[in-house]
């Protein structure tokens, strides 16, 4: 296969993949931020303390970290016909993406929180801040340097699974990789899907630690 007809295969697999990365990775991190949250405030040492809740959230989110994605992909296929109206194509694996990447997120979202000084908060709470913006201008603040690394490294895992959902029908470049460099044994396609992915993590991955070093040392 020559460079003139792998070009704009690549380039439609390449823009499909960061469609489902972009998209997942907002809804992640929304959804993440506010599991993770929950977690913080309702257990035993938290703000709002509640065993009930914090148990039943644990308990899904565990769940859902559990599930290997593939699984979870063909499980939940009614869940994401209801919600765009199809099982296949880029914009359904959207949301097998974001349910699976929610509850790692989550976890990571926990420790970061965990991480902030207790006497911080206390000296907020001394001052009289509000629950709202004890989270707001102290939790979630304070956390933002782990906060950004734990969505890195979300984000790359969400690329991973990216090329699994376009290998069974999600499209992207794991969709090329199966047509092209496995039933077809294009070594030469194969090779560039692996360049774009090493690519697209490092690019991921260097934006993160930016982020990171400047919100350490702000």
């Not at 194509?89 to 420790?111: C, H, N, S």
């Not at 629950?131 to 933002?144: G, S, T």
């Not at 774009?196 to 702000?218: E, P, S």
């Amino acid at each position: 296969m020559s460079w003139d007809e792998m070009a704009p295969l690549l380039r439609q697999g390449t823009l499909e993949t960061l469609q489902m990365t972009v998209w997942s990775t907002l809804f992640t991190a929304a959804g993440g931020i506010l599991a993770g949250v929950l977690l913080i405030l309702t257990a035993r040492d938290g703000l709002m303390p509640s065993r009930p809740v914090n148990a039943v959230l644990g308990l899904v989110v565990n769940i859902g970290r559990s599930v290997p994605f593939v699984i979870l992909m063909m499980g939940i296929i009614p869940f994401t016909r209801l919600l765009v109206g199809t099982s296949i194509g880029t914009q359904a694996a959207i949301v097998p993406l974001t349910v699976g990447a929610i509850p790692f997120y989550a976890r990571l979202v926990e420790t970061a929180l965990r991480e902030v000084d207790p006497g911080t908060i206390a000296a907020a709470r001394a001052m009289g801040a509000s629950r709202p913006a004890l989270v707001r201008k102290v939790l979630l603040r304070e956390a933002a340097p782990g906060l950004i690394a734990g969505l890195t490294i979300t984000v790359i895992a969400l690329i991973s699974y990216s090329a699994i959902a376009g290998a069974i029908g999600g499209g992207g470049l794991g969709d090329l990789a199966i047509r092209y460099g496995y039933q077809r044994f294009e070594t030469q396609m194969m090779l560039a899907i692996l360049v774009l992915l090493v690519l697209l993590v490092a690019i991921v991955q260097l934006v993160g630690d930016l982020f990171v070093r400047r919100l350490t040392h702000r």
